[in-house]
């Protein structure tokens, strides 16, 4: 159902939907009691890939800089 919905909105529109239209469809799919459950939940998926929900930032704090870290590696290699 939801595929149908989206070729019949492509071909309205005359055009591909934007992010801010794709998102707009995913929520009136996922919020649509009458749509089946897994139409729904896959909407509700998709919107939150969207959104990046799904993603784990990690920040990395550098203190060296690179000409330290360069000089410390090929110290240890010397080393080796």
Do not use: P, Y
Not at 71 to 79: N, Y
């Amino acid at each position: 159902m939801v595929d149908k919905a989206r070729e019949q909105a492509v071909v309205q529109a005359g055009r591909i939907a934007n992010r801010a239209e794709r998102q707009a469809f995913w929520t009136s799919v996922m919020l649509d009691s009458k749509e089946r459950t897994t139409d729904r939940l896959k909407a509700a998926e998709l919107l939150g890939r969207s959104e990046a929900d799904f993603t784990e930032n990690v920040n990395h704090a550098i203190t060296d800089s690179f000409a330290t870290l360069l000089a410390e590696a090929q110290k240890r290699e010397r080393s080796q």
